[in-house]
Structure formats: structure tokens, C-alpha cells
């Protein structure tokens, strides 16, 4: 019988000391999830003021897993599962529509723009130059 291997790496994550969460896979860094849903200028507004940006859908889904009780990492404890989470990504064949990512049951799908939905911040990993502290662990 073949060893199915995890797709979860126990070092793909860490907790930075400003709150957010390096994905050393993707190559990005997460924010705290919203409390509350939030409106379009409100999501825009959110990711901002704590340095990032809206994430793009397939940014979104890359946190997606689904080994677990719900579709995200323990690491993303904060995520809430009773809406949807927005992307900035808009839908080609419907403009007033963007992607959205469902954490509760690990779905990408897309509704009206202007609706209120939760958001996570996300911000490129700057300087990729020191990933390494040896040749075994992340810093």
C-alpha cells in the first residue's frame, strides 16, 4: 500500500510578531480575518489600514484545506465560517459579481460585489532574499 503524503507542511506557516502569518509556500503574508462582514469600500478600507490589499481568488483558496473539521489551517483559527470571505477578483462575464471563498466548506464561487462579506488581508513576502536562517529552518 502507498503512504499518502499530507499536503499540509508543518513549516509552510509561521506567526509573525506583528500578528500576521507567513505562507512560505505562496509566498505571501496574511492578515487577521475581519470581525464583521463588511461592504466593498469597508474590505477595501480593512486591508489598507493594516498594510495589505485584498486577496486575488486563487490567493484565497491557496488556504484552503480540507483535512480538517473546516476548510482551513489551525493556524487561521480566527477565520469565521458562516459567510463568505471576498476577494478583489471581479468575474469576466459578470461585472458586478467578484470571486468569493467559502471556509466552511472549502468552495470558490461568485456573488454580487456589493453584498457584505469578511475579508483577509494579504501582502507579497518583501524581501525573499532572507528565507533562510540555515538550511533546515525558516526563519
Same mark, same amino acid.
Given at each position: 500500500?502507498?503512504?499518502?503524503?499530507?499536503?499540509?507542511?508543518?513549516?509552510? /506557516?509561521?506567526?509573525?510578531? =506583528?500578528?500576521? *502569518?507567513?505562507? $512560505?509556500?505562496?509566498?505571501? !503574508?496574511?492578515?487577521?480575518?475581519? +470581525?464583521?462582514?463588511?461592504?466593498?469600500?469597508?474590505?477595501?478600507?480593512?486591508?489598507?489600514?493594516?498594510?495589505?490589499?485584498?486577496?486575488?481568488?486563487?490567493?484565497?483558496?491557496?488556504?484552503?484545506?480540507?483535512?480538517?473539521?473546516?476548510?482551513? /489551517?489551525?493556524?487561521?483559527? =480566527?477565520?469565521? *465560517?458562516?459567510? $463568505?470571505?471576498?476577494?478583489? !477578483?471581479?468575474?469576466?462575464?459578470? +461585472?458586478?459579481?467578484?470571486?468569493?471563498?467559502?471556509?466552511?466548506?472549502?468552495?470558490?464561487?461568485?456573488?454580487?460585489?456589493?453584498?457584505?462579506?469578511?475579508?483577509?488581508?494579504?501582502?507579497?513576502?518583501?524581501?525573499?532574499?532572507?528565507?533562510?536562517?540555515?538550511?533546515?529552518?525558516?526563519?
Amino acid at each position: 500500500m502507498k503512504k499518502l503524503i499530507r499536503y499540509y507542511d508543518p513549516k509552510r /506557516f509561521k506567526k509573525l510578531p =506583528d500578528g500576521w *502569518i507567513r505562507d $512560505w509556500r505562496e509566498q505571501r !503574508e496574511w492578515g487577521p480575518s475581519c +470581525e464583521v462582514v463588511l461592504g466593498p469600500e469597508e474590505r477595501r478600507k480593512f486591508c489598507e489600514d493594516l498594510g495589505g490589499r485584498e486577496p486575488e481568488a486563487h490567493e484565497s483558496a491557496s488556504i484552503i484545506n480540507h483535512e480538517g473539521k473546516d476548510c482551513f /489551517f489551525p493556524i487561521f483559527a =480566527d477565520t469565521k *465560517i458562516d459567510n $463568505w470571505y471576498a476577494t478583489a !477578483e471581479k468575474v469576466a462575464w459578470n +461585472e458586478r459579481s467578484v470571486r468569493i471563498v467559502g471556509y466552511g466548506n472549502g468552495s470558490v464561487d461568485y456573488f454580487d460585489k456589493g453584498y457584505r462579506y469578511y475579508v483577509r488581508p494579504v501582502r507579497p513576502i518583501f524581501d525573499l532574499a532572507v528565507q533562510y536562517n540555515s538550511k533546515t529552518d525558516l526563519i
